[in-house]
Every structure is written in structure tokens, then in C-alpha cells.
């Protein structure tokens, strides 16, 4: 079984932090690699993030807070 860490990604050369603006899969669900599971805000504009791996995701942040780059979010649990 493989663990993937999610952290915040810096998705802007002057990026310091971003936002957690919502979880788009609740806790403990299935993803698939490539679907969108968050929004980011950054800057006052939004960037949807994708499962960088198949498995199930696992909330370690809540919508709404901030986070530095490079901070962990989430994980997904592979099968």
C-alpha cells in the first residue's frame, strides 16, 4: 500500500501560501488519479487541483484555512 502526501503546490512564481477554498471529495472517498479533488485559491483566483494518484483521500486540512507552500493537506491512500 503507498501513501501519496498532498501538500500545497506553488502554483505561482510568487506564491507564499494558498487557500483551501473547498474540498470538491468529501474524506475517506475514492479518487481516481487526475480528478479534480480541491480548489486553491491563490492571488483572488482559483486553480483546481488534481489527484496526483488512485485511492482513497484523506482530509488533513480544512476548507477555508490557509497553508505555506509545501504545507501537507491531504494523503491518498493507494489499494
Known sequence: MTTVVLKIPKAAVSMQTGTVERWLVEDGARVTRGQPIYNL???KSL???EAPASGILRHKAAAGESF???EVIGEIIGE
Open 41 to 43: 485559491e491563490i492571488e
Open 47 to 49: 486553480v483546481e487541483v
Open 68 to 70: 505555506a507552500v509545501g
